[in-house]
């Protein structure tokens, strides 16, 4: 009788500890892919999104070239940073460059719960154009129907005798003012007024723009318009404007964009060089004119 009751009791829970460890198991190994693949999983992506990030703001600075020229950048920095693309993954207009990418990430825990691998994408996209706002530009502007093909920035006083060029008021005024800020830069705007500088002064001036050739004398690429990089102290930066027409004296002229100009040398008092494309960190858009880009992330 003892036995039947021994039977019949339901109290004995032995058997219901090893279903509990069994669930606890289950819910541990799930935290545990949760944890560790969901880790894998986010730093894929990023790893991605930077490829991807980096690839189209590469690309993009190629579309001053040729839309192909744009997807050769882009794919091979892609590549470099371990995530290949092809032209299918690609989506290039005049002045932009878009890169989608999806890759297959195999999972280790959350295998025990069936799942062997999963997808992770990536979109970026970035488009280029004019700078609007800027730092580091010369206090010199050029009027913009010398851009792109003009070769000689004659300044005068625009007041005075008519030319392409003209110096720019800063802080303070006076030579000694704007042979620093020719060697500094200053910052500018596209749509505001700025003040000429009235009077040639080029001792001063002359002597900041030498400065500048001088400092490239041992580099090579800085000899020539078409090799001169980031690295070259003669390659300036100036104010495009709309006209000089009218303006005398201490006056005002409209900022209208900018340009970068390749400093061959002086002859009498005019600079001979080439306008170049450049590409530098700023404000773009809303800009019709000038020789700066900037390339910005949109997506």
């Known amino acids: 009788m003892k036995r039947i009751l021994k039977l019949l009791n339901l109290r004995d829970e032995s058997g219901a500890?090893?279903?509990?460890?069994?669930?606890?198991?289950?819910?541990?190994l799930g935290f545990t892919a949760l944890t560790i693949d969901g880790g894998r999983l986010f730093s894929e992506k990023s790893q991605l999104q930077n490829a991807l990030d980096a690839a189209v703001l590469a690309?993009?600075?190629?579309?001053?070239?040729?839309?192909?020229?744009?997807?050769?950048?882009?794919?091979?920095v892609a590549t470099k940073n371990g995530f290949p693309i092809t032209e299918t993954d690609l989506t290039v207009t005049s002045d932009s460059i878009r890169a989608t990418k999806l890759v297959n990430v195999p999972l280790t825990f959350a295998r025990v719960l069936g799942k062997n691998d999963a997808d992770v994408s990536a979109t970026s996209k970035a488009v280029i154009a004019l700078l609007r706002s800027a730092s580091g530009i010369a206090p010199i502007a050029?009027?913009?129907?010398?851009?792109?093909?003009?070769?000689?920035?004659?300044?005068?006083n625009p007041g005075d005798q008519q030319g392409n060029c003209g110096f720019l008021a800063i802080d303070g005024s006076g030579a000694k003012t704007l042979k620093e800020a020719i060697t500094n830069g200053s910052t500018y705007t596209v749509g505001t007024e700025v003040e000429t500088e009235p009077g040639e002064m080029w001792g001063p001036v002359s002597s900041a723009i030498n400065d500048l050739i001088k400092?490239?004398?041992?580099?090579?690429?800085?000899?020539?318009?078409?090799t001169a990089d980031s690295t070259c102290e003669r390659v300036i930066y100036v104010v495009v404007t709309d006209t000089f027409e009218d303006a005398s004296g201490r006056d005002v002229i409209n900022v209208v964009g900018f340009a970068a100009y390749w400093i061959e040398g002086f002859?009498?008092?005019?600079?001979?060089?080439e306008f170049l494309e450049r590409f530098e960190p700023g404000q773009i858009g809303g800009v019709d004119t000038?020789?700066?880009?900037g390339v910005k992330l949109v997506e």
């Open 215 to 226: 400092a490239d004398k041992d580099k090579t690429q800085c000899q020539s318009a078409d």
């Open 59 to 76: 690309g993009a600075q190629g579309l001053k070239t040729s839309t192909t020229e744009a997807k050769a950048i882009a794919i091979d």
């Open 17 to 28: 500890v090893l279903v509990m460890v069994a669930i606890a198991m289950v819910a541990l």
């Open 142 to 156: 050029v009027e913009e129907d010398e851009i792109p093909d003009g070769k000689e920035l004659t300044c005068f």
């Open 267 to 273: 002859s009498g008092k005019t600079l001979i060089g």
């Open 290 to 293: 000038g020789t700066i880009y």
